[in-house]
């Protein structure tokens, strides 16, 4: 009888040792899939990341690049929660890395928003007629205002490019009246002149208000004998006020 009881704890000894084994190797084998899935997941990751860097740096689309710059916020806070694991994770400075992010983000903004704007005014000095230079600049701006719901303030301030074009149209805009009045000027037609003298007179009060070249203009406007237009007429009254596109983004277009 005694022999059976031994026999029986032995056994049940045996069992339960046998189940404990076998719940440690389970659990063993559990956490080698799961440091295998997680250094997949880990090389994965890096290759993204490589991949987003590429893009960024070789895009010329702000669409594209704000895309990736979210995309590698993901990968490097998926990536620094793997370090702090304890996994390896082989990304020189990563907490540095990911800190930049933002500073990074602006400097290609700008990059892309300089070289855009740069190609635009290109093509806006090619053009021939004031008019025509215009409707180009209006374009560039209903452009800019499309980019400027994908760019927060803090970012990137696109209003600032957008007042500089503005003061390009203006520019424009003086430089057509006076060119219409040089025309008729020419032709020694005062009627006519007198109608865009006028234009003029009404558009400058209207944006500027400077009453020195406000006196200049309506000077000419009162003489009754042959008007003319003084030289540089179009830089004393328009450039000095308005300025050219001073910002930081300058080209000039004249």
């Not at 997680?38 to 991949?51: C, G, M, S, V």
């Amino acid at each position: 009888m005694e022999s059976v009881i031994v026999i029986s704890i032995i056994f049940v000894g045996f069992i339960y040792f046998k189940h404990k084994y076998d719940v440690e190797m389970e659990k063993a084998r559990e956490e080698i899939q799961r440091q295998k899935f997680t250094r997949n997941a880990i090389a994965n990751d890096l290759r993204i990341l490589q991949e987003t860097v590429d893009i960024i740096n070789s895009s010329k689309n702000l669409e594209t690049v704000l895309s990736r710059f979210n995309v590698m916020e993901t990968v490097l806070k998926r990536l620094i929660g793997y370090k702090q694991q304890g996994y390896e994770v082989y990304v020189e400075d990563i907490y540095n890395f990911y800190n930049n992010i933002d500073s990074e983000k602006k400097k290609f903004i700008k990059e892309l928003i300089d070289d855009i704007l740069k190609k635009e005014l290109i093509k806006t000095k090619e053009l021939k007629t004031e008019k025509g230079k215009i409707n180009k600049l209006r374009k560039i701006i209903e452009k800019l205002v499309v980019k400027k719901s994908l760019i927060s303030k803090k970012l990137f301030d696109i209003d600032i490019i957008i007042k500089d074009i503005e003061i390009l149209i203006k520019n424009f805009q003086i430089k057509l009246l006076i060119d219409k009045m040089l025309k008729f000027q020419n032709k020694k037609n005062i009627i006519k002149m007198n109608e865009y003298l006028n234009e003029l007179y009404v558009f400058y009060k209207r944006e500027i208000g400077n009453q020195q070249e406000l006196l200049l203009i309506k000077k000419i406007l009162e003489e009754n004998d042959d008007k003319k237009i003084p030289e540089n007429f179009f830089y004393n009254i328009a450039v000095k006020d308005f300025g050219y596109f001073n910002s930081e983004h300058q080209v000039s277009i004249y």
